[in-house]
């Protein structure tokens, strides 16, 4: 059992993620690994800096969506800056309440200015904010760019084939439809039958990888042919060229889906 596996059996036991669907309890435990992986602690000498950062960092982590490892380590790095922050600007109104200084050292403004510029940077990068310098045009179509190429790698997660007779002639068939998704509610279910590459249910097909059905009984049970079924056992472990995608783009999102395995599985 991997050590994503074992997390999300421990997650799915605790008593606030009882009630909740599986794509949740692997959100939360994808996001515990990445926890155990930094070392936010370790940065301070003094156990209330320590404590004020975890603060800071768990306050981020509720209240935000983060998508990747990399959001995590650039979460750790503006919990640091905040802390450094928050003590800068202690020095700076200690020296404003003495009545015997005239000014604040300019050494101690620009060390705060710089601080607060590696601030806004990171919660930049974590998307916490966004960069003003981008018009609305221009932030839409990178947001279209971004959605598009999700949509390319999880095609059939978006993807509803519903059945319908034709009324001229009286044929049955089935149309895909693509599903639209309020992004509230974007990590919600997924269908059994969709791997998020292409269509095929994991069990039925483990189950003929195991002889304990033929293919013809898979074929039948996902209304498919029996020369699908073999090109998905061929093809389950591969990731499907993509064109204007390049393979680094590919592994990156590989790699933060909590669905999939490590992008080097899919490597081989």
């Known amino acids: 059992m991997s050590e994503l596996?074992?997390?999300?059996?421990?997650v799915s036991k605790l008593k606030q993620f009882k009630d909740k669907d599986k794509a949740t309890v692997e959100q939360q435990a994808q996001l515990n690994l990445w926890k155990r992986h930094v070392d936010l602690a370790s940065r301070f000498a003094k156990e209330e800096d320590k404590q004020l950062a975890?603060?800071?960092?768990?306050?981020?982590i509720g209240n935000y969506t983060i998508a990747s490892f990399t959001d995590v380590q650039n979460l750790v790095d503006l919990a640091y800056e905040e802390v450094i922050q928050q003590k800068i600007q202690q020095d700076i109104d200690l020296i404003l309440a003495d009545e015997n200084s005239k000014f604040v050292p300019d050494k101690q403004i620009a060390s705060l200015h710089t601080v607060q510029e590696r601030i806004w940077n990171l919660k930049e990068k974590i998307g916490i904010i966004q960069n003003d310098k981008k018009d609305d045009l221009s932030a839409l179509q990178?947001?279209?760019?971004?959605?598009?190429?999700?949509?390319?790698?999880?095609?059939?997660?978006?993807?509803?084939?519903?059945?319908?007779?034709?009324?001229?002639?009286?044929?049955?068939?089935?149309?895909?439809?693509?599903?639209r998704r309020r992004v509230k509610d974007f990590d919600a279910y997924k269908h059994p039958a969709f791997s998020g590459r292409f269509l095929y249910n994991a069990e039925i097909i483990a189950d003929v990888k195991k002889g304990l059905i033929?293919?013809?009984?898979?074929?039948?049970?996902?209304?498919?042919?029996?020369?699908?079924?073999?090109?998905?056992?061929?093809?389950e472990k591969k990731k499907i060229p993509m064109n204007g995608i390049t393979q680094d783009k590919i592994d990156e999102l590989v790699n933060n889906n909590p669905h999939l395995r490590d992008a080097d599985y899919y490597n081989e």
Do not use: M
Not at 5 to 10: A, D, G, H, V
Not at 163 to 177: F, H, S, T
């Open 5 to 10: 596996q074992k997390e999300i059996t421990r």
């Open 214 to 235: 033929t293919k013809e009984q898979a074929s039948r049970y996902l209304k498919t042919s029996e020369s699908y079924i073999t090109w998905v056992i061929k093809n």
């Open 142 to 179: 990178e947001l279209e760019k971004k959605f598009n190429t999700y949509v390319h790698l999880n095609r059939n997660e978006f993807t509803l084939y519903t059945p319908y007779k034709c009324a001229g002639c009286g044929r049955e068939d089935v149309e895909p439809l693509l599903l």
């Open 54 to 60: 975890k603060k800071i960092f768990d306050t981020y």
